[in-house]
């Protein structure tokens, strides 16, 4: 066998310590790094030159690029993350009252719920229910 046995205690404490800063310090570069290419393409105001100026600088130059990025256009960027999260969140609510309340269907909702609390009093059988549901979907 070999003369040289390497165990866990060869490796000091401060050594992971430095190992590990500097895989943290790696994967911390990498999310600027995409939130830096994603703040690019999300921003309407650039044009197409500017978004590719932009993200061939920062890919090039990348610690440069992003401490430039940064500089001249961070202040905005939580701005822009915001619209984009407002934008989505309108979307989203505009499709659930579409799908929930849209044109032809919206009648068919309120008269279901007419129905099933005229069932739930009393006032309809099973039959009478399911026979009433089947005219109202079936309009």
Known sequence: MSDNLYLAYDYPLLGAFWTMMWIFLWILWFVLLFRVIGDVFRDDSLSGWAKTGWTFFVIITPFLGIF???????????????????????????????????????????????????????????AEFQHAKEKVLTS
């Open 68 to 126: 430039v990025y940064l500089i001249a256009r961070g202040r905005d960027m939580g701005k822009r993350e915001q619209q984009a999260a407002r934008a989505r969140q309108d979307a989203l609510d505009a499709y659930i009252r579409q799908t929930a309340g849209g044109t032809g269907t919206g009648g068919h909702t309120d008269e279901l719920a007419k129905l099933s609390e005229l069932k739930s009093k009393g006032d309809l059988t099973e």
